[in-house]
């Protein structure tokens, strides 16, 4: 009897000391790496370009850090909601989001815009026969009677639902896509840079999505590097990181080059579009909308 209770409490306390291990195994092998998520989704071009943006952020000052590495954290097509989620529960170092004041309340953004504020221009993916409805809407009032998909967690729902938007909240990126070729919703606003690259990949399985860039619906929307409240060292890095890039003019040139970003240049094509300008009442506190340094303005250049 005594054998057999000593025998159940050594296996307990071996089991134990294994699930220990295992679960402290990867924050080992991840000790001096830089962990992000793996791309979402097929239909992810701009995933490319924040993984330059990062690495070149995290260039410019390298030599004052411990050698790390960027090293991707599969996932199995997690929501943004849910990635931020991951960060918090020490699952990765950053996520690349757009704002609003419960996530910088949680989290820890770092206030410096990583597309300029081009997140907040957004272009229409519409249906190939959809086209001359819509060139045909010269008022946001016109736009307001067709139905977006957007993201169910994005922060962009809230915004255009709040300026009077009709929305379709979907939680699957690729979803979105599928809903607007079988004509669930009436278009899906892309930021400019988004946009292009993913109607082309979209064209593959959804030949009748096209982008329609001559209405563009624009809002003050950053879009940061997120990392864990406690993780001040790293967002130190990543905010003098970016101020140096700003300043030598290596993030312009990696916009101006990169597959994502580069027809956006020249700007000047962007004067005379039509605007739909939507209000931004879920921005954080402390944001750097005055710091005309970290904005673009399509309007006006």
């Not at 991707?72 to 004041?101: C, K, P």
């Not at 922060?155 to 079988?182: C, Q, T, W």
Request: charged letters at 25%.
């Amino acid at each position: 009897m005594v054998f057999q209770l000593v025998y159940k409490k050594t296996i307990i306390f071996l089991t134990f000391i294994v699930l220990f291990i295992a679960l402290c195994l990867p924050l080992k092998i991840h000790a001096n790496d830089i962990r992000i998520l793996a791309p979402r989704a097929k239909i992810d071009p701009v995933f490319d370009y924040f993984v330059e943006l990062t690495r070149l952020v995290l260039s410019k000052n390298e030599h004052l850090y411990p050698k790390r590495k960027l090293v991707f954290v599969a996932h199995d097509d997690v929501t943004q909601g849910r990635s931020l989620m991951l960060l918090e529960h020490n699952y990765v170092d950053i996520v690349w989001s757009g704002t609003n004041a419960r996530r910088e309340l949680r989290y820890s953004p770092i206030r410096i815009p990583l597309f300029r504020g081009l997140l907040g221009y957004r272009v229409l993916l519409i249906l190939k026969e959809d086209k001359e409805k819509f060139l045909q809407i010269k008022t946001p009032a016109q736009l307001k009677k067709l139905n977006a998909c957007q993201g169910a967690h994005w922060p962009d729902s809230d915004i255009l639902e709040a300026n009077g938007y009709l929305v379709s909240r979907v939680v699957h990126f690729n979803a979105m896509f599928k809903m607007l070729a079988k004509k669930r919703c009436d278009y899906f606003p892309r930021a400019i840079f988004e946009g292009y690259a993913e109607q082309k990949i979209a064209m593959e399985t959804q030949p009748n999505i096209i982008l329609m860039d001559e209405l563009i619906l624009h809002y003050n929307f950053p879009f940061y590097y997120f990392v864990e409240k406690n993780n001040s060292r790293l967002a130190e890095r990543l905010e003098n990181g970016l101020m140096a890039a700003l300043a030598d003019g290596s993030l312009m040139n990696l916009m101006r080059t990169h597959s994502v970003s580069k027809h956006l240049f020249p700007l000047e094509q962007w004067k005379d579009k039509r605007y739909f300008e939507l209000s931004n009442d879920i921005l954080g506190s402390d944001l750097s909308l005055e710091n005309q340094q970290f904005w673009l303005n399509l309007k006006t250049q």
